[in-house]
């Protein structure tokens, strides 16, 4: 029911507004007002009951406010089940707050909840306190913000397209590219590859929350990590600094021989060459890569 003087609204533009109202970052109060909601019924302060009707108790916006608790209720839910170590991490209370903040910044605006926690790292990494300017190491701030970094690979990497069913690149379509062409190709990766870069080594703690231990928070210690998807299983492989260089290379789409170059400056030595035959077939029997291009544009694989 409307009040009487205003045109009823279709029934489309009444849901839309309703949407817009309960959704809406700073809560419903200022839902019903807002630009989002006014592309569908523009409204002043105090006129929601102009599409919206009371009950005996509530007025029309503390109906509204039903709904938009419960919206909120359910996106915070959603982030507890994305980051369960981080929220053990960091306690139920903490990681509310943070969760509430997140979701006032990065309101919701995809079809799927998979998107809603994309940006969560680096939410935590904008509003992270600033570091004193005499102390230039890594902080409990940068643990969680490695650690939120991880769980999200991790749920990226097992919601996303994998290699399950998929022809793998093997030590033998490696070796069948002439050795004189093989710095000039390029490795095509897995599209559920990631490689990380860390100040903590949160891998191992997210491990043994995960086993059910209660480890306590590490040390800092530059940590290289590749993240992929095995057989449905989310698997990770800790990298030396000069094969994380490569592997990084390789994914920026790189050439062999520009990878190279990447891991020989990183490790300061071109001792590598040796081990990195070795690399390639390591990482080709984990599914890291799908195929590689010869310098001529054939791709081959298994």
Request: charged share 25%.
């Amino acid at each position: 029911m409307t009040t009487p003087g205003f045109d009823r609204p279709a029934l489309d533009r009444v849901q839309n507004w309703f949407m817009a109202a309960i959704t809406h970052a700073d809560g419903v109060r200022e839902g019903v007002t807002s630009a989002d909601a006014g592309q569908h019924i523009q409204l002043c302060p105090g006129e929601e009951e102009r599409v919206l009707t009371r009950s005996k108790a509530l007025s029309a916006i503390d109906r509204l406010a039903i709904y938009g608790y419960a919206y909120f209720a359910r996106l915070l839910d959603c982030l507890r089940e994305e980051y369960p170590v981080l929220k053990k991490a960091l306690g139920d209370e903490l990681f509310d707050a943070f969760a509430a903040g997140y979701l006032q910044h990065y309101p919701s605006r995809s079809y799927t909840l998979f998107d809603l926690g994309t940006q969560f790292p680096q939410f935590l990494r904008d509003t992270r306190p600033a570091l004193d300017i005499a102390d230039s190491g890594a902080d409990w701030a940068d643990f969680i913000i490695d650690l939120a970094t991880l769980e999200l690979a991790f749920n990226e990497v097992f919601d996303g397209p994998g290699i399950e069913g998929e022809r793998l690149l093997d030590q033998a379509a490696i070796m069948a590219v002439p050795h004189d062409r093989l710095p000039d190709s390029r490795l095509i990766p897995a599209p559920c590859l990631r490689v990380l870069a860390l100040q903590f080594p949160v891998h191992k703690y997210l491990t043994a929350i995960r086993r059910g231990e209660e480890p306590i928070i590490p040390e800092p210690a530059e940590t290289f990590l590749a993240v992929t998807r095995r057989d449905f299983i989310v698997r990770h492989f800790e990298l030396s600094t000069p094969s994380y260089a490569v592997l990084s290379a390789i994914l920026k789409g790189q050439t062999l021989g520009e990878a190279l170059c990447e891991g020989v400056s990183r490790s300061g030595s071109t001792e590598i060459e040796e081990t990195l035959a070795g690399w390639f077939f390591d990482w080709a029997a984990q599914g890291f890569f799908v195929g590689i291009v010869p310098p001529s544009g054939e791709v081959a694989s298994d």
